[in-house]
């Protein structure tokens, strides 16, 4: 049975992979870490860290973000893994992968909870819980 919050996450998922092709290496400083292309993009520090939702013992009810403090993100939905790059770009959350065209996220974290924004509702999405 397909659940309201199981339709708002495929929604969400679908619209990541279907802009999955095509941006710059410009998440790197130019300080020799990478292409130096952006020296001023920022990561937010309250993003840091793996954010869930679901049942952890369902492959298909668990769905989590893992924001590391380089610049990487890995996201889980339905048992596999992707590989992320992320910054935070005029106060939105861009992930993109190498030569891949990135998404932007309008997203809020209130206490342990992070939410995303979700036009199609025109209101926020299901939260996802910070873990410890």
Same mark, same amino acid.
């Given at each position: 049975?397909?659940?309201?919050?199981?339709?708002?996450?495929?929604?969400?998922?679908? &619209?990541?992979?279907?802009?999955?092709?095509?941006?710059?290496?410009?998440?790197?400083?130019?300080?020799?870490? &990478?292409?130096?292309?952006?020296?001023?993009?920022?990561?937010?520090?309250?993003?840091?860290?793996?954010?869930?939702? &679901?049942?952890?013992?369902?492959?298909?009810?668990?769905?989590?973000?893992?924001?590391k403090s380089d610049g990487t993100l890995i996201q889980r939905a339905y048992g596999e893994d992707y590989d992320w790059l992320w910054c935070i770009e005029d106060g939105q959350l861009k992930m993109y992968v190498k030569n891949g065209i990135p998404t932007y996220?309008?997203?809020?974290?209130? &206490?342990?909870?992070?939410?995303?924004?979700?036009?199609?509702?025109?209101?926020?999405?299901?939260?996802?819980?910070?873990?410890?």
């Open positions: 049975m397909i659940t309201m919050k199981k339709i708002l996450f495929l929604t969400l998922f679908s &619209g990541f992979l279907l802009l999955f092709v095509a941006c710059e290496d410009d998440y790197k400083k130019p300080n020799g870490e &990478g292409n130096g292309t952006n020296p001023t993009v920022q990561l937010d520090p309250e993003l840091f860290g793996k954010w869930s939702f &679901g049942d952890p013992n369902d492959v298909n009810d668990y769905h989590f973000f893992h924001f996220l309008i997203y809020k974290v209130e &206490g342990d909870l992070l939410y995303f924004w979700a036009d199609f509702l025109d209101d926020w999405a299901l939260p996802y819980h910070k873990e410890e």
